[in-house]
Nanobody, 123 residues
Framework: HVQLVESGGGSVDAGGSLRLSCAAS????????MGWFRQAPGKAHEGIAV???????TYADSVKGRFTISKDNAKNTVYLQMNSLEVGDTAMYYC??????????????????WGQGTQVTVS
C-alpha cells in the first residue's frame, strides 16, 4: 500500500541544519510530484519545496536559498536539506505526493498522499 514516512526532525539551535528524509513505498516517487509542506500551530499548511518528475524544483520565498529539496530515485526517497534554520521554521513538516506534471507548492489540497509528519523545533 502507499506510504510516506518522514524522518530526521528534531530540535536545533537557530543557525543550525537538519536533513529530512521521506521514504516512499507502494508507488514510484520519481514519477510523481514530491513536496515538503509544514504546519505551525494555528496556521495552515505551507508549501515550502516541491520537485517534479524531471527534477525541477520550486521553493517558497521564505526558504529560498536556505532549503534544498532533492531525490534519490534508486532509494525512492526525497530529502529536504535545511540550513540556516530560524525560529520561524518551527513546525511539523510533512512529505506529500501528487500525480501529473503540475507540482504546485501553494496548493496542498492537490496532494493525495501524505506522511505522518516530523517535528522541527528551532530555538
Amino acid at each position: 500500500h502507499v506510504q510516506l514516512v518522514e524522518s530526521g526532525g528534531g530540535s536545533v539551535d537557530a543557525g543550525g541544519s537538519l536533513r529530512l528524509s521521506c521514504a516512499a513505498s507502494g508507488f514510484t516517487a520519481s514519477r510523481r510530484c514530491m513536496g515538503w509542506f509544514r504546519q505551525a500551530p494555528g496556521k495552515a499548511h505551507e508549501g515550502i519545496a516541491v520537485i517534479d518528475r524531471d527534477g525541477t524544483t520550486t521553493y517558497a520565498d521564505s526558504v529560498k536559498g536556505r532549503f534544498t529539496i532533492s531525490k534519490d530515485n534508486a532509494k525512492n526517497t526525497v530529502y529536504l536539506q535545511m540550513n540556516s534554520l530560524e525560529v520561524g521554521d518551527t513546525a511539523m513538516y510533512y512529505c506529500a505526493s501528487k500525480g501529473g506534471s503540475w507540482c504546485p507548492a501553494g496548493n496542498p489540497d492537490r496532494y493525495s498522499y501524505w506522511g505522518q509528519g516530523t517535528q522541527v523545533t528551532v530555538s
